[in-house]
């Protein structure tokens, strides 16, 4: 049975071998199309944004309207980067940032299982911001370009 097993997961390694551009493109797509589609409303409407800055003004931000504009832009900017895959290591690098503070203000008042989106946005981001767009992004164009 465990001959079957090794013989199984060795045909499935020659079979995705080389694919980690693959999984760098759904990474990006489904995490910046979340962000986008999160904060569209956003975007589009300043008295959602207002509620947001109220919201962020219940747990203590300073400048809660300026830190409402900025976490939006830079989820709304950050998820297009990612999704076009352009300046990924940057975009990456603001998606993990926004989402610990998010952690350390907001969730970090709620148990475990209420912080694990913010978590996982922040492990995308990581993540990305480490490995960077893989083949299929702009940012390849950009480099062969030049």
Not at 32 to 59: C, I, K, P, Y
Not at 121 to 139: K, N
Request: with cysteine.
């Amino acid at each position: 049975m465990g001959n079957k097993i090794a013989q199984w997961h060795d045909a499935v390694e020659r079979r995705l071998a080389g694919s980690g551009d693959v999984g760098l493109l759904a990474l990006r797509l489904v995490t910046g199309g979340h962000l986008m589609f999160m904060t569209q409303d956003n975007v589009f409407s300043w008295m959602r944004m207002l509620e947001f800055r109220d919201f962020l003004a219940q747990f203590g931000f300073p400048f809660p309207l300026f830190c409402a504009v900025l976490s939006v832009v830079g989820q709304f900017g950050g998820g297009l980067a990612l999704v076009l895959g352009l300046c990924t290591r940057f975009a990456g690098a603001i998606v993990a940032f926004n989402f610990i503070v998010a952690i350390v203000m907001v969730d970090s008042k709620q148990p475990y299982p209420g912080a694990f989106a913010a978590l996982a946005l922040v492990a995308a981001g990581v993540c990305l911001m480490f490995t960077g767009a893989g083949r299929y992004s702009l940012d390849r164009a950009w480099r062969k370009a030049a």
